[in-house]
């Protein structure tokens, strides 16, 4: 059923192997690109634990203790969310899915590091501006709601983006 292979372990490891290539390159295009393959990580460690089974409460701790220095690193945090949004202002049609695993990256860092460092890195009115040109743009757009199929389980209710906009459809 799932397009995704890998454990939990594996997006750990993955993150640490991007996050590494974001913080020691120098080729800002590289930077971008290894910063927001770690973001993703952040997803997919949700769902290999929503199938595989959770990892041990510790374990999850040093995670979060050993990643939150890195996404906390500046401006690598903040600059990626006003990615997201200046993609999704601009986004093409088939754009969706990216945008729905960014803000669910984006959330997973609200949620699973909820306090300093990573908190203070994240703008609450920059996350709203995000969700606002999301729903606008899921309104007059050929854009979502993605299959239930291509969907990274383990989400919450809360990342209404993956679904919406059933309504408009």
């Known amino acids: 059923m799932s397009a995704f292979t890998g454990t939990a372990e594996a997006a750990i490891a993955a993150f640490f192997e991007h996050a590494n290539v974001a913080l020691s390159s120098t080729d800002k295009a590289r930077v971008e690109s290894a910063f927001r393959d770690a973001m993703q990580q952040l997803v997919m460690l949700h769902h290999y634990q929503a199938v595989h089974g959770p990892l041990p409460a510790a374990r999850l701790a040093e995670f979060r203790a050993r990643s939150a220095p890195i996404l906390a690193t500046s401006p690598h945090l903040g600059a990626y969310i006003w990615r997201v949004q200046f993609k999704a202002e601009g986004a093409n049609e088939n754009e969706w899915y990216e ?38 743009l899921g309104k007059h757009d050929e854009q979502g709601p993605i299959d ?16 919406y906009p059933e309504q408009f459809k």
């Not at 803000?103 to 501006?129: H, K, L, N």
């Not at 239930?148 to 679904?163: E, V, Y």
Request: no cysteine; aromatic share 10%; hydrophobic share 40%.
């Open 148 to 163: 239930p199929a291509d969907i990274p389980q383990g989400l919450p209710d809360s990342h209404w983006w993956w679904h």
């Open 99 to 136: 945008l729905s695993m960014r803000r669910s990256a984006i959330q997973f860092a609200i949620d699973d590091y909820a306090g300093p460092p990573v908190a203070a890195e994240i703008s609450a009115e920059d996350v709203e501006e995000l969700d606002g040109e999301l729903r606008e």
